[in-house]
């Protein structure tokens, strides 16, 4: 049998997997795990999560989900399985609202390590079994030690659980498809180093297979049908393109892996529809998927290159390496990825990753930034093989460069990549630095820039990033063959020196008045007293005062439903002191309770003018929902309307 050149050696030191191990934890604890449940839901989408599936505990409904006594069919249940089932085992809190996606973010950085330690190959030196090891450590590092993932990763929503369900379902696709491979057999045809059929499915091909198939299904269980649209898209161009589809598909056990995810996802559609009819269809079929890409929804729109300028800036600082390890896949010289070993196709795998979910929603006309999240692993992959080059030195370019029968990728490549990421340290040094002079007005504080400026938090998450730029200066200058090993390191001291810093001072300036509201109701409210809240829609409300709350918008509105209170019921009102003046409530009926920051809590008595006892009064705490076609609302009231963000 011909040995590829890439052939690893068997024997791979204990001490190696122990040390990226450790080192991935300390990573994973820094990014996604200190301080997780320390910082107040953010408004508006997190708590909207988070007080779905509060309400599922409290219902005991796991089948539709509600926010605020509202049907929510935005999304399928299992974020809020976990959360849910996290509630009830530990409280319901922060912590347990956000550990699902931490988890993801986890795992997804686990396999990802896994894959390329198996799939790298060493080059020919005393030392090469090192690089296979630094190579995955490093991809799983990169996976979470960026901006998007460590934000969207400390985040209660659904795309780091999308994305870890996809991204973890294409990683054992890829080792699935790598098992298929003949080793050992002297009957299979051999081309130079590729065995061209596969005539079996090895056991270890199958475990993989069956993880791919679960993770889809819960892809979809997450975020409905992109968990598997995607992938299959980046699973068919990248079979057309090795010329492996008819042969992989053979392999891949359709017939038992077809009802495996069957079994696992249509259940709980069939029981959603059962619940909520032709409403559910339409709302999450039809608004939330179709309309989604063919639309622009909930004004969410962006130019053609929005997505450049989201992965430029949150795949920072790794996305100044994307050209340079892109160009150096040459993907175009077909004939010869066919030629090589499949396990040493994994950057062409990557690739296709990449560019198929970059293009599949540049297209879309809803854009929004988590939406490029699931290609984040693909990038790491990419940027981790190149600069495991660079750590351990031209020969292993040289010699993948041969193999693709292509000329050495220009030093000028890595140069500028180098170049471009100093750039991106200083651009977010001034950025942060600079935060008081052009983040100068927040709907929920006003005069945050000045309270920024005042705090100092800016200037000394400024400072920390100078230093790490400084180092990393010095690193390119000096020792070029240790900045992955820099940036990496940087990034972990930049999240503990001027992220958490910075978070927690915005935390404290807009979501912690909130929290602060809720504690006061829950002191000072009477049994089955309204909570109403006019001029603002905080969701975050809903999910610490554990009850409902009424959003109206219009002062008009706001007096005329406070004109329908019956006798002897108050109501609580938060509003701020505009508002608050614009009501013209007198002051017989309105009773101050407290302020914080812009919101004022206030205790409204009922109008003594009887109310309009031919009309239907206002409910203000009816709990019966009412479906409507492509929408989730609650009934219709003669004098108040409830106004809610899809």
Same mark, same amino acid.
């Given at each position: 049998m011909i040995r590829s050149p890439f052939a690893r050696s068997a024997s791979i030191p204990l001490s190696l997997a122990c040390l990226t191990t450790i080192g991935l934890t300390i990573v994973a604890t820094i990014a996604l795990l200190y301080r997780l449940g320390s910082l107040g839901l953010i408004d508006e989408t997190e708590?909207?999560?988070?007080?779905?599936?509060? =309400?599922?505990?409290?219902?005991?409904?796991?089948?539709?989900?509600y926010y605020n006594d509202v049907t929510r069919f *935005?999304?399928?249940? /299992?974020?809020?399985?976990?959360?849910?089932?996290?509630?009830?085992?530990?409280?319901?809190?922060?912590?347990?609202?956000?550990?699902?996606?931490?988890?993801?973010?986890? #795992?997804?950085?686990?396999? +990802?390590?896994? +894959? +390329?330690?198996?799939? $790298?190959?060493?080059?020919?030196?005393?030392?090469?079994?090192?690089?296979?090891?630094?190579?995955?450590?490093?991809?799983?590092?990169?996976?979470?030690?960026?901006? &998007?993932?460590? $934000?969207?990763?400390?985040? #209660?929503?659904?795309?780091?659980?999308?994305?870890?369900?996809?991204?973890?379902?294409?990683l054992a696709f890829f080792m699935g498809y790598r098992a298929l491979e003949w080793e050992g057999s002297h009957d299979a045809p051999v081309f130079g180093d590729v065995r061209s059929t596969v005539a079996f499915t090895p056991r270890s091909a199958r475990i993989w297979f069956g993880l791919f198939y679960t993770l889809i299904a819960l892809a979809v269980l997450t975020k409905g049908p992109v968990g598997i649209v995607l992938p299959g898209f980046i699973i068919l161009l990248f079979l057309l393109l090795v010329g492996q589809f008819w042969a992989t598909l053979r392999g891949m056990g359709l017939w038992w892996g077809i009802p495996l995810f069957v079994a696992i996802v249509v259940p709980w559609f069939v029981l959603v529809i059962?619940?909520? #009819?032709?409403?559910? !269809?339409?709302?999450?079929? #039809? %608004?939330?998927?179709?309309?989604?890409?063919?639309?622009?929804?909930?004004?969410?729109?962006?130019?053609? %290159?929005?997505?450049?300028?989201?992965?430029?800036?949150g795949f920072f600082p790794w996305s100044a390496y994307l050209p340079a390890a892109i160009a150096r896949l040459r993907p175009w010289r077909i004939d010869a990825w066919r030629r090589i070993p499949r396990s040493q196709q994994l950057p062409l795998f990557a690739l296709c990753w990449f560019g198929s979910i970059f293009l599949f929603f540049s297209l879309a006309v809803t854009k929004l930034p988590s939406y490029v999240l699931p290609l984040m692993p693909a990038g790491a992959i990419l940027v981790a093989i190149i600069l495991a080059d660079v750590t351990f030195g031209e020969l292993a370019?040289?010699?993948?460069?041969?193999?693709?029968?292509?000329?050495?990728?220009?030093?000028?490549?890595?140069?500028?990549?180098?170049?471009?990421?100093?750039?991106?340290? /200083?651009?977010?040094?001034?950025?942060?630095?600079? !935060?008081?002079?052009?983040?100068?007005? *927040?709907?929920?504080?006003?005069k945050i820039a000045r309270q920024l400026l005042t705090s100092g938090v800016c200037h000394t998450a400024g400072v920390a990033l100078a230093v790490i730029t400084t180092v990393i200066l010095l690193t390119v200058v000096l020792r070029r063959s240790w900045i992955g090993s820099a940036h990496a390191i940087g990034f972990c001291l930049f999240t503990l020196l001027s992220f958490h810093p910075l978070l927690n001072e915005i935390d404290r300036l807009r979501q912690l008045p909130i929290r602060e509201i809720a504690a006061q109701i829950h002191d000072v409210r009477k049994p089955n007293e309204p909570?109403?809240?006019?001029?603002?829609?905080?969701?975050? /409300?809903?999910?610490?005062?554990? *009850? &409902?709350?009424?959003? @109206?918008?219009?002062?008009?509105?706001?007096?005329?439903?406070?004109?329908? @209170?019956?006798? =002897?019921?108050?109501?609580?009102? !938060?509003?701020?002191?505009?508002? =608050?003046?614009?009501?013209?409530?007198?002051?017989?009926?309105?009773?101050?309770?407290?302020?914080?920051?812009?919101?004022?809590?206030?205790?409204?008595?009922p109008s003594p003018v009887a109310p309009d006892t031919t009309q239907q009064r206002p409910k203000a705490n009816d709990r019966t929902p009412n479906k409507i076609q492509g929408q989730n609302h609650r009934p219709d009231r003669p004098a108040c309307k409830l106004y809610h963000k899809l």
């Open positions: 708590p909207l999560f988070a007080e779905a599936a509060r =309400q599922m505990v409290k219902t005991g409904n796991w089948i539709t989900p *935005d999304k399928p249940p /299992l974020v809020y399985w976990l959360m849910a089932i996290g509630y009830r085992a530990f409280g319901v809190n922060e912590w347990m609202a956000r550990l699902p996606s931490a988890i993801a973010a986890i #795992g997804l950085m686990a396999l +990802v390590c896994e +894959v +390329v330690v198996r799939c $790298v190959a060493p080059p020919r030196s005393p030392q090469g079994y090192l690089k296979p090891w630094f190579a995955g450590g490093l991809a799983g590092a990169i996976t979470v030690l960026n901006l &998007h993932t460590l $934000v969207w990763g400390r985040t #209660g929503v659904s795309d780091m659980l999308l994305s870890g369900c996809m991204g973890g379902a294409l059962a619940e909520n #009819g032709q409403a559910y !269809i339409d709302s999450f079929f #039809g %608004y939330h998927n179709v309309a989604r890409f063919t639309s622009v929804v909930n004004r969410h729109s962006a130019p053609w %290159y929005f997505y450049g300028l989201v992965i430029g800036f370019i040289e010699r993948y460069d041969s193999i693709l029968n292509a000329p050495r990728l220009p030093s000028r490549w890595l140069n500028w990549g180098h170049g471009a990421s100093l750039l991106l340290w /200083l651009g977010w040094t001034i950025a942060i630095w600079t !935060i008081p002079l052009w983040y100068t007005y *927040d709907p929920a504080v006003p909570i109403v809240l006019l001029g603002f829609e905080k969701p975050s /409300l809903v999910f610490y005062v554990q *009850d &409902h709350v009424t959003f @109206l918008d219009r002062i008009s509105t706001a007096r005329a439903w406070l004109d329908c @209170l019956a006798p =002897q019921t108050s109501a609580l009102l !938060i509003t701020d002191e505009k508002r =608050q003046e614009d009501l013209a409530l007198p002051e017989a009926r309105l009773t101050a309770i407290s302020e914080h920051q812009r919101y004022r809590l206030a205790r409204v008595q």
